[in-house]
């Protein structure tokens, strides 16, 4: 009589919970409007950086087949300031290059914090290219328009997206190649 107990009161129990499963909504799930990451969703980064101002900076928002002649692959240093132009943090990257595609791994540091980052982005017509940071430990993204009219030095904007939904930080960035006295 015990075990009947038992095994009653445990059936009851699988009978509740698969009741509850069944009766539970599915969720949902609804991507957020604007986080595209394929390389034809990050052709401009933010509306600051329209088609004028890419025309304007030596690029458009097409990925352009003259753009695999420049190599912009090696080490990397770009600095980062928010809109009042107070630096928020470095970034640090090893590029490597494949056609116009861009791709690699690096460090961004803010004050005494360090985080490991991977970065992908792209070559577009003139000087201008896209390049996407993220931290791995915090999952921030990073979304750079640059202008790198001589390869070895860029400047250009950056948008920091938060995983926490805050609204995006903006700001410029600047820096160069830091590998750029080699021979290409």
């Not at 992908?120 to 390049?131: C, D, F, Q, R, V």
Request: aromatic share 6%; net charge neutral; hydrophobic share 40%.
């Amino acid at each position: 009589m015990f075990n009947l107990r038992k095994i009653m009161l445990m059936l009851a129990a699988i009978a509740c919970i698969m009741v509850g499963a069944c009766a539970s909504p599915t969720p949902i799930v609804i991507e957020p409007a604007g986080m595209d990451l394929s390389l034809d969703g990050m052709q401009i980064s933010d509306p600051e950086h329209t088609a004028e101002y890419m025309a304007k900076t030596g690029g458009t928002a097409q990925p352009g087949l003259q753009t695999y002649g420049r190599n912009l692959a090696g080490n990397w240093s770009f600095e980062l300031k928010n809109m009042k132009s107070i630096p928020i943090g470095n970034i640090e990257l090893r590029l490597h290059q494949s056609e116009a595609a861009l791709f690699g791994t690096g460090v961004i540091k803010q004050g005494l914090n360090r985080q490991m980052a991977t970065a992908e982005g792209s070559l577009l017509e003139g000087n201008a290219m896209i390049l996407n940071v993220v931290s791995l430990d915090n999952v921030f993204l990073y979304r750079m328009t640059l202008n790198s009219a001589d390869g070895n030095s860029t400047s250009g904007a950056f948008t920091l997206y938060l995983p926490t939904g805050e609204a995006p930080v903006k700001g410029s960035v600047s820096g160069g190649r830091s590998d750029w006295r080699r021979i290409s």
